[in-house]
Each structure stands twice: as structure tokens, then as C-alpha cells.
């Protein structure tokens, strides 16, 4: 085991790998006080926020910091920085929105549910 999967994948000198080395440097960050922390707040916050802001329920499984916080750690342990997210809403939406401003979701009535989404955004 050990290693780091993103080196042994051979990503070389890509976007990606500079992004992948740039999250390593923070690896140390998500240490047992950080598990220890997390779970606090899950247990505190059980519901995915994005799921229920869309007026469903569904059980968080990370906690997400909101601004990313690139290794500051007054940013790291702010706790009114972090929420609770379901693995794919971190794993997708979220990623969409660091990158993009906004995500894609769209709700039952076929609009974009995200307030900054382009479509929501025009006069």
C-alpha cells in the first residue's frame, strides 16, 4: 500500500498532477483531530446541505470546507466554513463549482437550482 496513486498513475507534468500535488501538500491537515472533528460535526449536521437546500433528505458523509481553505489553517479549522455533504454532491457539484462558479444540477422543474448558474443569472 502507501504511495501516491496520482504519481504512480504516471499523470506527469499535467494540470492535473499540479493539482494533485497541490492537495497533497494539505494531506497532513486530515489527520485523527480531523476525523475526531468531522465526525463531531456530522454528528451535529447529518443532512447533505445542498440536498437540503433542494428540500430533500440525504445523510452527509464528508464535510466540506466552503471556501477552500489551500492550507490556511485558521481557514482549515473555521468551523462556520464547513458543511455537510453527501459524497457525490462533494465529489461533483462541489467540484463544479470550485471550477466553474456554479453547478449543473437542475430540479424537477428542468431549471438550474444553483442561484449563480448563468440561466439564473440574465435579466
Same mark, same amino acid.
Given at each position: 500500500?502507501?504511495g501516491? !496513486?496520482?504519481?504512480? @498513475?504516471?499523470?506527469?507534468? *499535467?494540470?492535473k498532477? %499540479?493539482? $494533485?500535488?497541490?492537495s !497533497? %501538500?494539505?494531506?497532513h491537515?486530515?489527520?485523527? #483531530?480531523?476525523?475526531? @472533528?468531522a465526525? @463531531? +460535526?456530522?454528528?451535529q449536521?447529518?443532512?447533505? #446541505?445542498f440536498h437540503?437546500d433542494q428540500? #430533500? *433528505?440525504? @445523510?452527509a ?7 477552500p481553505?489551500r492550507?490556511?489553517?485558521?481557514l +482549515?479549522? &473555521? #468551523? *462556520? ?11 461533483s457539484?462541489?467540484k463544479?463549482? &470550485? %471550477?466553474r462558479? $456554479? ?7 428542468? +431549471?438550474? *437550482?444553483?442561484?449563480n448558474?448563468p440561466f439564473?443569472?440574465r435579466?
Open positions: 500500500m502507501g501516491c !496513486r496520482g504519481c504512480a @498513475a504516471g499523470w506527469g507534468d *499535467t494540470p498532477y %499540479s493539482v $494533485h500535488l497541490q !497533497r %501538500s494539505y494531506h491537515l486530515y489527520d485523527h #483531530r480531523w476525523a475526531k @472533528a465526525k @463531531a +460535526f456530522l454528528d449536521h447529518p443532512l447533505c #446541505r437540503e428540500g #430533500r *433528505t440525504v @445523510a458523509q464528508c464535510v466540506d470546507h466552503i471556501q481553505h492550507g490556511d489553517l485558521k +482549515f479549522w &473555521e #468551523r *462556520t466554513n464547513w458543511q455537510p455533504l453527501c459524497n457525490p454532491c462533494h465529489n457539484l462541489k463544479q463549482i &470550485e %471550477s462558479g $456554479h453547478h449543473e444540477a437542475v430540479g424537477l422543474d428542468g +431549471f438550474p *437550482t444553483d442561484p448558474h439564473n443569472k435579466s
